[in-house]
């Protein structure tokens, strides 16, 4: 699948056109789905040549970008200069808790022009955070006014004040002295954030957003139609473009929107969710060139008891255990959300990262293979047929048992991998 100027492969380059980054988020996760069968290639302004792309194809990278006489893959880097927080994790070197904070794909890149770190947020301007009422909306419209000393907050959501748990959080909010307007808003509707936004007491002008709307409708790639992309699209793109839009001309501290590492890693089963996310870093990377501010955080996964729209269950929580990416809890998440901002970078992937975990999965993602190196692709230690007693006790039974038998076998392997407690499950 050939694009041109989906992603920024280096410092100067530039993502000129958004739908083709929403489209690598899509492949992205029809390559988790069918490895081996997509190759991702973007260009800049000329032609690949035959001898080119026979290269790429042959080199086994899934995701490339061209440029010039370059071909350059993508691989995560640590964010420098990230790591010491106060509660002990360490982005720069790891830490016995795997807290990481990872660079957007791609090479060695300046600040960009505007929107970089260290730039206070005025305590009498108004802050927006979209799907403000939700888990991660309240999660950090309490940081804000904890640790950037916020004291106006426009929090919106479909629902407003009838949302689960609005009246809860704005009496808490107001406890602490803070002005908090909850409001129901569809931002994914031009003309309401329109509206939104023209309602801001002049006063108190608009000084940040943080952009946290988004639903899954999870499915694999055949399964998706255009209702079901656009049910995840509207809420994550449509919303953070209006917002980009309507708030181009006024003077932000940060303009920040929650991705997910499924729009970078391509999610199975999430192809809808991760074009949306993929979108949004590529609309960051935009506005940081226009010398906005910018910045989109790919979140790993958070933990259950975080209280997340779309947290991870016991089983899938285990399963992302043992890939080497555990799940993030709200004191680890918002510890990694002013390491962003600090990081002055325009896309970084806030995550928990086990490289020893990874490691012992044998074939290491392309993506990892900047932070996990030297390791190959082994066989699978332990196989089931590795010594042919499989083999031998099927040919024992009847062709009924070994139907039995194997069907037996594989819901008992299924079950490992998924982190369930019994086969019966499966």
């Known amino acids: 699948v050939v694009t041109r100027g989906a992603v920024v492969a280096g410092a100067g380059d530039a993502v000129t056109d958004l739908g083709a980054a929403a489209v690598w988020g899509l492949v992205r996760s029809a390559q988790s789905e069918n490895p081996g069968r997509f190759v991702l290639i973007d260009l800049d302004g000329q032609e690949i040549s035959a001898s080119v792309l026979s290269g790429v194809l042959a080199s086994g990278e899934p995701q490339v970008a061209v440029r010039g006489d370059e071909v350059r893959v993508a691989r995560l880097v640590r964010v420098p200069g990230s790591g010491g927080s106060a509660d002990g994790f360490d982005a720069e070197h790891g830490s016995a808790r795997g807290v990481d904070l990872t660079d957007g794909p791609g090479y060695e890149r300046d600040s960009g022009p505007g929107g970089g770190a260290g730039r206070a947020w005025d305590p009498e301007g108004t802050v927006l955070i979209t799907g403000g009422t939700g888990g991660l909306g309240g ?35 107001i406890a602490h002295g803070v002005e908090v307007e909850i409001v129901a808003c569809d931002v994914a509707d031009r003309d309401q954030v329109a509206a939104l936004l023209a309602g801001v007491d002049a006063g108190h002008p ?9 639903v899954l409708d999870d499915g694999t790639i055949p399964s998706l139609s255009p209702e079901r992309l656009g049910t995840v699209l509207r809420p994550k793109v449509d919303a953070a473009w209006y917002l980009h839009e309507l708030t181009r001309g006024l003077d932000l501290a940060a303009f920040v929107v929650f991705s997910s590492v499924a729009g970078t890693f391509g999610g199975a089963g999430q192809g809808n969710y991760a ?23 790919a979140w790993g996964p958070w933990a259950q008891d975080a209280g997340m729209t779309g947290a991870l269950d016991d089983a899938q929580a285990r399963r992302l255990t043992r890939a080497g990416m555990p799940a993030i809890t709200p004191e680890q998440g918002v510890a990694l959300f002013d390491a962003a ?13 086990d490289l020893a975990a990874v490691r012992a999965q044998g074939e290491v993602p392309h993506l990892l293979r900047g932070l996990v190196r030297g390791v190959r692709r082994s066989a699978v230690s332990g196989s089931v047929s590795g010594d042919g007693a499989l083999v031998r006790r099927l040919a024992g039974l009847g062709e009924a048992d070994r139907v039995r038998s194997v069907v037996e076998l594989v819901r008992a392997q299924v079950a490992v991998v998924l982190g369930h407690a019994s086969p019966e499950l499966v």
């Not at 006014?145 to 808490?172: C, H, Q």
């Not at 600090?342 to 928990?352: L, Y």
């Open 341 to 353: 901002v600090r990081s002055g970078e325009p896309a970084v992937a806030p995550v928990r990262l």
């Open 206 to 214: 608009l000084t940040a957003v943080i952009h946290t709307a988004g």
């Open 139 to 173: 999660l950090f419209a309490r940081h804000v006014v904890a640790e950037r000393g916020v004291r106006r907050l426009l929090l919106t959501s479909r629902r407003g004040l009838d949302a689960p748990g609005a009246l809860e959080l704005r009496a808490e909010l």
């Open 275 to 297: 074009a949306a996310n993929a979108f949004l870093d590529a609309l960051a990377e935009v506005r940081r060139a226009e010398g906005l501010a910018g910045l989109s955080l």
